[in-house]
């Protein structure tokens, strides 16, 4: 399969690009590894308050000092991607950390007895591992592998949409049972270790799958969406200094980067569902139900290609984000009714998925701009540009809960919390998701590079020429 692959691809190859059916499935196994574990990851703060009993202004400091390692991780993960060149391509090797962060996260949540200093170590080693490292590789070398793995546009829409909707669904599932499972396992410290266990060992195992069954079909400097080679400049002959300035130069992977750590700050606040459906809704369990309303996501999901194609991908970032104001006031205006918070669930879901499911597409569209605005062609540093704000929104999030709890007087120890931390709880639910919702559509009217790429795309395409 790979020889014909690769014996397809000649100077015109990404048009002649046939994708087998098993493709978009087997691309999906690793994202969806890495989605869940992020679902299970935002029960982090939940699990240190009200298992470890630590106070949720600490929990919050922890995770958000652990970002400081971050900004030193992605770019040197980014430049160490760049610079990769091995027989398996220059981004699948890294595929190999999914094992490293289901491994760290079966020790995360299997905090031994000891004092609080001691666990305040322990949580912020083991997050710090699974996010500044695993992570990092794995969401910096994401669009780098497609690029190399994938060449036509349109079957990466393709390759995107289905295996989006393969993800949403096993996420969703996942999202649906794991509340189940805290509400009957989650009561004790050795309960949340085996219920991490029983995940951590099957999810590893389909993480690795795309390693397996995905090759790079091309592995040296011209995995690009035209097939001319890129001049030296652009192959990665280029120092830390150029590769900041090349990056500092983009303002499109600026605004992209702001929009993943917008996005990631909605997803967060899942952090902030689980005290509120325990202490405003009075049953932690009734989370299920709201997870189950975004069943509906995968369907909109089948119409993707379609809109994509016709409305463009800006335009879809700014519906969503105008879906997601919506929503949000919506759950907002409904309090407590879990009917309006079905609903603005459902348009929350809908309005992060051009961003969420689509970011590989933005990442490709930035590199040539970068290219074209520069001369110098960078992937593994943009896309660990990303994945740095991607984790400093979640990390964010974090603080955020942890913080503002804190200040409002929240004690997990308590079976019933203070009018305060209740009014923080709905404010950290709703309120802070509107307001980033709001930041988002900002955002998606600054972006307009959709209406530029034909035009810079050629441009290359012509330079490239010249440079042969």
Not at 155 to 162: D, K
Not at 241 to 266: D, M, R
């Amino acid at each position: 399969m790979e020889k014909e692959k690769e014996k397809a691809l000649g100077q015109d190859g990404a048009e002649r690009e046939k994708l087998p059916v098993w493709f978009a499935p087997a691309w999906s196994t690793r994202a969806i590894s890495l989605a869940v574990n992020v679902v299970l990851i935002s029960y982090l703060a939940f699990y240190c308050t009200d298992m470890l009993g630590m106070n949720p202004t600490t929990v919050g400091a922890v995770l958000l000092v652990s970002k400081i390692f971050d900004g030193f991780t992605d770019l040197v993960v980014g430049y160490v991607i760049d610079k990769t060149n091995t027989k398996w391509g220059k981004a699948r090797p890294y595929e190999w950390f999914i094992v490293g962060v289901w491994a760290f996260s079966v020790l995360l949540f299997s905090v031994p007895d000891m004092n609080a200093v001691g666990q305040v170590a322990w949580v912020f080693v083991f997050y710090t591992l699974i996010n500044s490292v695993c992570a990092t590789f794995l969401n910096g070398g994401d669009s780098v592998y497609m690029v190399r793995a994938i060449r036509k546009e349109e079957n990466r829409v393709m390759v995107l949409s289905i295996s989006s909707i393969i993800g949403m669904i096993a996420v969703m599932v996942f999202a649906i049972i794991l509340p189940q499972m805290i509400a009957g396992m989650g009561s004790t410290k050795s309960g949340w270790t085996t219920m991490t266990l029983v995940f951590a060992v099957p999810f590893a195992i389909i993480g690795l799958l795309r390693f397996f069954l995905v090759k790079e079909v091309v592995v040296d400097a011209s995995a690009r969406p035209m097939e001319e080679p890129l001049g030296a400049h652009a192959s990665g002959g280029h120092g830390i200094g150029e590769t900041l300035k090349a990056i500092f130069g983009n303002v499109y992977i600026l605004l992209i980067a702001g929009t993943l750590l917008v996005v990631n700050v909605i997803n967060g606040m899942g952090t902030a569902a689980s005290y509120y459906f325990k202490y405003v809704m009075g049953d932690i369990g009734l989370q299920s139900v709201a997870s189950m309303a975004s069943l509906v996501t995968p369907f909109v999901l089948i119409l993707y290609p379609f809109l994509q194609k016709k409305l463009g991908n800006t335009n879809l970032f700014r519906i969503g984000a105008a879906i997601g104001i919506v929503g949000m006031v919506v759950r907002t205006a409904g309090g407590a009714n879990l009917a309006t918070i079905v609903v603005g669930s459902i348009c929350s879901a809908i309005a992060i998925m051009p961003v969420s499911m689509m970011v590989n597409l933005y990442l490709i569209d930035c590199m040539d701009y970068g290219e074209w605005k520069t001369n110098i062609r960078l992937e593994g540093s943009l896309a660990s540009l990303t994945s740095f704000t991607s984790k400093v929104g979640a990390a964010l999030a974090s603080a955020f809960t942890g913080f503002i709890m804190g200040m409002a007087g929240y004690d997990g120890n308590l079976a019933v919390q203070s009018q305060a931390a209740n009014q923080a709880i709905v404010g950290l639910y709703n309120v802070l998701p509107l307001i980033m919702f709001v930041i988002l559509l900002a955002l998606s009217l600054a972006y307009n590079l959709d209406k530029k790429l034909p035009q810079i795309r050629e441009e290359l395409r012509i330079r490239h020429m010249e440079n042969k």
